[in-house]
């Protein structure tokens, strides 16, 4: 059975957000606590537009190299 990352996840792209430079930064500085930082930077998500097929299409190779590690 896989071990379930331990922590917070992005609430875009489910990466676990172990380390405090993993999160996302709100408006002011502060670390936004529901997205990483490549979703989520001074305030605004860094890719808006995208779609969920495009999401799922960056992210679960990323998410596989994560498991197999």
Not at 24 to 33: H, L, P, V
Not at 51 to 67: C, D, F, G, H, N
């Amino acid at each position: 059975m896989d071990a379930a990352p331990q922590g917070p996840q992005c609430q875009s792209c489910g990466m676990p957000m172990a380390r405090p430079e993993n999160f996302g930064t709100n408006a002011d500085g502060s670390r936004n606590e529901d997205y990483c930082a490549y979703c989520f930077q001074a305030g605004e998500l860094t890719a808006p537009n995208m779609t969920l097929e495009q999401m799922a299409s960056e992210v679960i190779p990323k998410l596989k190299r994560w498991q197999s590690a």
